[in-house]
């Protein structure tokens, strides 16, 4: 995971632990007061919101607990493609050029251009330098990409 990614999570977990909790535990509170629980629609939605948000805390937790942060500034690569490298590609058929960063899978956004380490076009890119051509099989068939620039921010 990248330190952004990290930062991401870690800023997800406190809205959480800080926001959302204690608005769900009011709602639970206020939904109480109505009376007869067995019958509340309130405190029902409550009690699954409430079970949502504790699951997504545990979730994030173990992520952070689990993960090894890479600092792609701090990376020597020898212009090699690497995890948290972007690397901008010609498409060799189209002329088409894009950037993408890699990145692990739970900070993938295609629209972010953040691809997962994992996806078949960031697999054929890893340990390419620049001027290197890799094949991506994809739905469309082989998709050839000239690696234009690696860079490391």
Known sequence: MTVAGAER????LHRLKTVERPAVVQALADARSHGDLSENADY?????RQGFIEGRIAEVESRLANAQIIDPSAIDADGRVVFGATVEIEDLE???RRSYQIVGDDEADIKAAKISVNSPIARALIGKTEGDTAEVEAPGGLRSFEIRSVGYA
């Not at 999570?9 to 997800?12: A, D, F, N, V, Y």
């Open 94 to 96: 189209t002329g088409e």
């Open 44 to 48: 029902d939605a409550a009690k699954d």
């Open 9 to 12: 999570l870690k800023s997800e």
